[in-house]
């Protein structure tokens, strides 16, 4: 069981590029998600975690770009979409960071890239796939999609299923009176 702080991104709008007959596996839309900070087998103690709303984040609309294949067109695990710009999440990272400071962090990756993923891909590479996949990213490339991002959420994974398990921050829009 893995831990890790991210936010929902339900986007459905590339699903219909995507084939499913090609060793390629849709991911839940509810399961859809950009990772923000992965924090391993340890999960942040309470007290740290109430100081999320302490913190003042604001929500803000993000767009996301095109259907690409990650890590790579010759090494694809992956069909995901990028931020079309991700200052803003980069920013949000790093609060959540310094909120963090105080916890071991095991981030298994090397760089950070932004990203939501949107489909497995189940099957190696060969030239049939790596022509499939850049017929995707070729009809997707000019395809901006816009999301609100207004919460900010714990998730535990495990056995390839992540739930939602506590929610860290969350942008409600006033009520008229």
Not at 26 to 54: A, C, K, N, Q, W
Not at 156 to 170: Q, S
Request: net charge positive.
């Amino acid at each position: 069981m893995t831990w890790f702080i991210g936010i929902p991104v339900k986007i459905r709008a590339f699903d219909e590029y995507i084939p499913r007959d090609k060793g390629i596996e849709l991911i839940p839309p509810e399961m859809r998600h950009l990772t923000l900070v992965y924090l391993g087998d340890l999960r942040p103690e309470d007290e740290i975690l109430d100081s999320f709303s302490e913190e003042s984040f604001k929500p803000f609309l993000l767009g996301f770009t095109g259907v690409r294949a990650f890590p790579s067109l010759v090494k694809p695990r992956y069909l995901v979409t990028m931020p079309e710009d991700d200052t803003l999440i980069r920013r949000m990272r790093m609060k959540v960071l310094q909120i963090l400071r105080g916890v071991r962090l095991k981030d298994k990756y090397e760089a950070y890239i932004p990203h939501v993923s949107l489909a497995r891909i189940r099957k190696k590479a060969n030239p049939e796939l790596i022509r499939e996949l850049s017929r995707i990213h070729k009809a997707t490339k000019g395809l901006t999609v816009r999301v609100s991002i207004t919460c900010l959420l714990l998730y535990r994974a495990r056995g390839g299923h992540i739930e939602p398990i506590r929610r860290l921050w969350a942008w409600e829009e006033a009520t008229p009176s």
